[in-house]
């Protein structure tokens, strides 16, 4: 295993980056083409999906003895690309009494981005500017016009595909052509006509076109979440890091855990990184002109709120108070259904790609509802391969139909009768979650523990979050929309529909993964952490490029959006070298 | 899969101008790792990309033993009332299931009290009502008190503890068999295999009225 991989090992470097996830590796990428000698420091362990000892791809349910099933160590499945989890031992994190927060955090090279689910959707105008539109939360400081050459840029660069259907603030991009919807998506595609719901090619970064000789073409084995052997899909780890070292201006140091960022007492400015070697748990030190934040949202606050001293007392970026505030994730809720029409279907190869290949990006105008944001629906379904949890309540559903012979079914049951229910249920399952934006709020925020440490002796972050009206009322909505979808299709939900005693269904926060805007960007000071290059207004040398700088998140998941801000804010930093203003 | 395949399979056919492909590559590691595998033959699970406190835990997991003998043999008659050998493919015990169910309550501790609770419960309801534990019983009689426990449906007073842990033991045993090698085959899912996805099959859609778009 490697430890290090050192390209030169320097004094002084002319950029840290912390964290090797979507926005360091985009940082990483960029300032190493530009010729600055950057040292990446990434917590967890080396990583490469083509590397045998890792490759999980392709395997069968029964290479595991677990087929499968999660664990700790791997909580979305014993084949996912996940190294980490929400429950890492020995770096707690805590919760505020009566509020939730569940936080997902992967110790890799590529961080969360090799077994993330490739939904790439760019921001649309409007999302930059919510507040101008309901009046609540707050605008960005960029609008879409700023940000779109940086979306086109890195859609090109880093491969997605899709369809350019002028929607007006779900924009076109550069897209490569998008597989071809499986029988379930067809029938969803054909319900939502008859509601009105628009339902589109999905939009993720997975290359069914080559697109460069470095990565290959997408061979349709549905497990991007394992990560791609011939990165045909989009991980930093992959995609970013690799190229990067190839430059030979980059050192990657794993094992590395930031614990602070160093700053000069006189001037003010950073200085560098302390950070604890996890394997040996000695203490170090890297020095570094510009220091670049990308340990995601959450890692960056605590850092920024861990850099106290007596020039910044409130921790470091914090002269506003805003570090660790407005906290927000996506919301979900989600639904399945048992679809009678698909039963006993004829069996061939639906795998696809990794995820879903349609989608419903938001239809409806808020203006018109008793909540303010919107949300997009992701659908999945088909004859997937079996692994543990496969025919699990199946006595909830054997008893509403009657056997092939029309007579009455009793639920449950054993034997010869129900091996085969398994056989004529499979593929006729079929399901929906809604992904919407929650309105950033000052109370719902992370701050530092008072009392508690992680092993390593830092000080853990404790959460304070909990859903407001707004977000409840559109999980209400979600629920109604999957209810007429299910009826639309001839479906039959499972389970009930979740009422105001369960928050309408609505995952806890965090739960979503989308965690954004623990340092927002901001033109005034005194209510943003960083400017509109995501370098903090009291630093001039700290930059953040994770989704910390976030201000909203929008109905869209984030990674996309990181993407291209960290490569525009890493433009800015070679612009400002090269004017000698850093 | 014989590697000729493999790289036919995912649109490869001659090595010379494609031996940079990353896809070659990812061929080739297929290959490798399945050498590997061979290699290994006699560890009892083929290696799949594992981290080293993985690879600590299921050594350990894999080293210990939680059922009894007895206990054992009552899991694999249970699991061959639930998935019985039939015209298709074996039984659940034909699939390995009790030794799935048996690394499951390792892995999963919260299983343990059910599972062994659940058996417990089972020989004593046989001994009440036949005078043996349920494995002694004839295969009439286990019929008799499984089908008091099969249906959640319809729950006989004083039987609800005995048709949560079916319920479990149902879950656990289809689980275990549709995901191993006979499950796989019989149910027919034909994928995880590299291939082109050019959209629903003609007759398929004919079936369903329905249209590629
Ligand atoms: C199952 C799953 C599915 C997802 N699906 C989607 C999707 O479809 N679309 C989408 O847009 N987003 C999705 N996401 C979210 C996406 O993964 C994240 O938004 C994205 O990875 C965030 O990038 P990042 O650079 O901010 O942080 P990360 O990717 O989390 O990377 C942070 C890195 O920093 C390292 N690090 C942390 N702390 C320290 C420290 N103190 N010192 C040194 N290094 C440190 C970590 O080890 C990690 O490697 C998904 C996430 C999950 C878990
Ligand atoms: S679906 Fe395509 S991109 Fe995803 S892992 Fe499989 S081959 Fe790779």
Known sequence: ?582 | MKRRNLLKSIGLTSLGLAGLSPQVRAAENIIAAENEGDKKKKEPWEPYGRTESEKERDARLLSEQFFTPSELTTVAVLADLIIPRDSHSGSASDAGVPAFIEFMAKDKPELQTPLRGGLHWLDAQALKRFGSVFTACSQKQQIEIVEDIAYPGKVKPGMSQGVAFFNLMRNLTASGFWSSQIGIADLGYVGNIPNQWTGVPDDVLKQYGLENE
């Open chain 1, 1 to 582: 295993m490697q430890d290090i991989q050192f390209n030169f090992s320097a004094e002084s470097y002319d950029v840290i980056i912390v964290g090797s996830g979507a926005g360091g590796g985009m940082a990483a990428y960029e300032l190493t083409k530009a010729g600055a000698k950057v040292c990446l420091l990434e917590a967890g362990q080396h990583y490469d999906p083509a590397d045998p000892q890792y490759i999980t791809q392709l395997k069968w349910p029964w290479q595991s003895p677990r087929r499968g099933a999660s664990t700790r160590f791997r909580p979305f499945g014993d084949f996912d690309a996940a190294y980490g989890g929400w429950d890492i031992e020995g770096e707690p994190y805590t919760t505020a009494p009566g509020t939730k927060f569940a936080w997902f955090r992967s110790r890799m090279l590529g961080g969360r981005t090799n077994h993330w689910g490739r939904i790439s959707l760019r921001f649309g105008p409007d999302d930059f500017r919510r507040k101008s539109i309901d009046g609540l939360g707050e605008d960005w400081p960029i609008s879409y016009d700023e940000v779109k050459p940086f979306y086109d840029e890195i859609d090109s660069m880093l491969g997605v595909f899709g369809t350019n259907e002028g929607l007006p603030n779900d924009p076109d991009g550069v897209f490569l052509p998008p597989p071809k919807p499986r029988l379930h998506e067809l029938m969803i595609k054909k319900a939502n006509r008859n509601l009105g719901i628009k339902t589109i090619p999905s939009r993720m970064s997975i290359l069914t076109k080559k697109i460069n000789d470095d990565r290959g073409e997408c061979f349709y084995c549905s497990q991007c979440g394992r990560a791609c052997m011939a990165y045909a899909d989009f991980s930093s780890s992959s995609c970013l890091v690799k190229p990067a070292l190839k430059s030979k201006n980059l050192d990657v140091i794993y094992h590395a855990m930031a614990r602070e960022v160093l700053t000069d007492p006189q001037t003010g400015l950073c200085t560098g990184i302390s950070y604890v070697d996890t394997k040996t748990l000695e203490e170090r030190t890297v020095k570094a002109r510009i220091v670049v934040l990308a340990a995601s949202a959450c890692e960056s606050a605590r850092l920024l709120l861990n850099s106290k001293s007596p020039r910044f007392p409130n921790g470091l970026a914090n002269s506003s108070g805003v570090v660790g505030k407005y906290l927000h994730d996506s919301t979900g809720a989600s639904r399945a259904a048992i679809i009678p029409m698909l039963f006993d279907r004829k069996r061939y190869n639906e795998d696809g790609v990794g995820g879903l290949h349609v989608y419903s990006p938001w239809w409806q105008d808020n203006k018109k509802l008793d909540f303010p944001r919107g949300y997009h629906i992701e659908y999945w379904g088909g004859m997937g391969m079996p692994a543990y949890g496969f025919g699990w309540g199946i006595e909830n559903v054997n008893g509403m139909f009657p056997d092939r012979d029309g007579n009455k079914r009793e639920a449950g049951g054993y034997g010869a009768a129900l091996k085969d229910d398994y056989r004529r249920f499979y593929g006729a399952y079929i399901g929906m979650a809604g992904r919407g934006e929650a309105v950033a709020r000052e109370d719902n925020y992370c701050e530092i523990d008072p009392e508690k440490v992680d092993k390593f002796g830092i000080p853990v972050l404790r959460f304070h979050y909990k859903h407001s009206e707004y977000e409840k009322l559109q999980a209400k909505h979600m629920h109604e929309t999957f209810e007429q979808i299910i009826h639309e299709m001839g479906g039959i939900p499972l389970s009930d529909k979740p009422g105001p005693d369960k928050e309408y269904g609505l995952n806890a926060p965090g739960e979503i993964i989308h965690e954004v805007g623990t340092a927002r960007m901001g033109n005034n000071p005194k209510t943003s952490a960083l400017n509109k290059y995501q370098q903090a207004h009291d630093v001039k040398n700290l930059f953040i490029v994770d989704a910390a700088p976030f201000p909203s998140q929008g109905d869209k998941n984030c990674t996309w959006t990181i993407l291209a801000l960290s490569m525009r804010a890493s433009r800015h930093i070679v612009d400002l070298r090269n004017q000698g203003k850093l």
